[in-house]
């Protein structure tokens, strides 16, 4: 079945500390890659995406990710986190061309900055 | 443009009950979904469409109904409300069927079951 792993549930960090979150998936085929943020209170937001060209791909606010296909990884990174970060980070994958066209998440990655 | 809309905000059922969450978006997206999300669980699919009048079942169907007459609306019919189905309920909707532009979401619903 396809599935996205996020194996950090909580990570706590200090400002300026640099961060990687993880995230697996388990799809065969080409798949479209995903990461969102939701801020305390706030609805999902898209940080940055994967589906084609260069493995590493930036998004908003400092974030990029970097596709490894034999390793299906597709991890988070931010070189300097800061205490408006703090926020909860999802993980999620879909099948391009697939028959289902599932949009599966993580169970997210809270993580904690400190000043 | 008002993005996706959800209403209600919040909602407080008793067991047995029924009730519709509805979902609107202005934005002509073909595919629109609805996730639930509960603490250490991320947010599931519990149904998606990929175009008016197509419907499929995502991870967690079960005790919930959907219907997409329209492009705009897509709303999700509990039949008979569970203390299970206490959760918050988002919708989402994207251009692509291949979720190529990411996915918009609603401010969400918070349900109350008891």
């Known amino acids: 079945a396809q599935s996205v792993s996020q194996h950090n549930h909580h990570v706590i960090l200090s400002e300026a500390a640099s961060l990687e979150l993880g995230c697996n998936y388990s799809?065969?085929?080409?798949?479209?890659l995903f990461w969102y943020v939701q801020y305390p209170g706030q609805h999902l937001q898209l940080l940055l995406k994967?589906?084609?060209?260069?493995?590493l791909v930036k998004g908003i606010k400092g974030f990029e990710a970097e596709f490894i296909k034999s390793k299906f990884s597709f991890n988070l990174r931010k070189p300097s986190v800061q205490w408006s970060d703090t926020a909860e980070y999802f993980c999620?994958?879909?099948?391009?061309?697939?028959?289902?066209?599932?949009?599966?998440f993580g169970t997210g990655t809270l993580l904690a900055v400190q000043p | 443009n008002a993005g996706v809309t959800q209403t209600p905000k919040f909602q407080v059922l008793k067991t047995g009950q029924s009730m519709t969450l509805q979902c609107a978006q202005d934005?002509?997206?073909?595919?629109m979904s609805w996730y639930r999300q509960d603490p250490g669980m991320g947010l599931r699919l519990i149904h998606y469409s990929v175009g008016a009048g197509i419907t499929d079942q995502g991870e967690v169907p079960n005790g919930y109904n959907v219907s997409r007459s329209t492009t705009e609306d897509f709303p999700l019919r509990l039949l008979s409300a569970a203390p299970s189905q206490t959760s918050v309920y988002f919708c989402?909707?994207?251009?692509?069927?291949?979720?190529?532009?990411?996915?918009?979401f609603g401010p969400g619903t918070r349900l109350t079951v008891l």
């Open positions: 989402a909707s994207s251009y692509s069927t291949s979720g190529g532009s990411g996915q918009f």
């Open positions: 799809y065969g085929g080409t798949v479209n």
């Open positions: 934005m002509n997206h073909e595919y």
């Open positions: 999620a994958a879909m099948n391009y061309g697939g028959a289902t066209n599932k949009l599966i």
């Open positions: 994967y589906f084609s060209g260069d493995p």
